[in-house]
Antibody
């Protein structure tokens, strides 16, 4: 069974940093591209970032470019999102999702709150 | 960026009746090289992550009931629930994976009338 478990969310002051992790199991992690998708409270889904299976291709939404960094460790079956210079508008549940183009498996999400 | 626009924003349907959700993209999501529409549909129930229902516009994900179907091509797509069940109450999103950035529709909330 495919499992994706996010962690690392929490309350951070605007301007602060946070690192999210996503632990993958139940599939060959190194064969799949991965994504981060977020959802602000009561709002819709917003794609944040993508990383290919070998980290050779990386993309970001304009809203996070230059502030967020996606990475992965295939030996540890883990995906990461380093978030710097956080803003109030980054407050959201962050999901990691496996990619086949479409997003076929999602984690339960971790809540990030950027507030003073 | 490709803008995805869903209609309606919400709808209420009686149990056993048909529910239809439309999704329009601002440009084609059809790859001419393989004739595949890069369009997916997701279901999100309260407090849960999204769940993939349909990909390539009309391919049902494994385990998804056959009352869910997707259709359309190019820029206009439809998700149909042929006979609404109580457990189908959710928000439904379309998403294009034709190019970057991946973009979602604003969501359609389906309720029981």
């Amino acid at each position: 069974e495919v499992q994706l478990v996010e962690s690392g969310g929490g309350l951070v002051q605007p301007g602060g940093s946070l690192r999210l992790s996503c632990a993958a199991s139940g599939f060959t992690f190194s064969n799949y591209g991965m994504n981060w998708v977020r959802q602000a409270p009561g709002k819709g889904l917003e794609w944040v970032s993508y990383i290919s299976s070998n980290s050779g291709i990386i993309h970001y939404a304009d809203s996070v470019k230059g502030r967020f960094t996606i990475s992965r460790d295939n030996a540890k079956n883990s995906l990461y999102l380093q978030m710097n210079s956080l803003r109030a508008e980054d407050t959201a549940v962050y999901y990691c999702a496996r990619s086949k183009g479409h997003l076929d498996n999602w984690g339960q999400g971790t809540l990030v709150t950027a507030s003073s | 960026d490709i803008v995805m626009t869903q209609s309606p924003d919400s709808l209420a349907v009686s149990l056993g009746e048909r529910a239809t959700i439309n999704c329009k993209s601002s440009q084609t999501v059809l790859y001419s090289s393989d004739n595949k529409n890069n369009l997916a549909w997701y279901q999100q129930k309260p407090g849960q992550p999204p769940k993939l229902l349909i990909y390539w516009a009309s391919t049902r994900e494994s385990g998804v009931p056959d009352r869910f179907s997707g259709s359309g091509s190019g820029t206009d797509f439809t998700l149909t629930i042929s006979s609404l069940q109580a457990e189908d109450v959710a928000v439904y999103y379309c998403q294009q994976y034709y190019n970057i950035p991946r973009t979602f529709g604003q969501g359609t909330k389906v309720e029981i009338k």
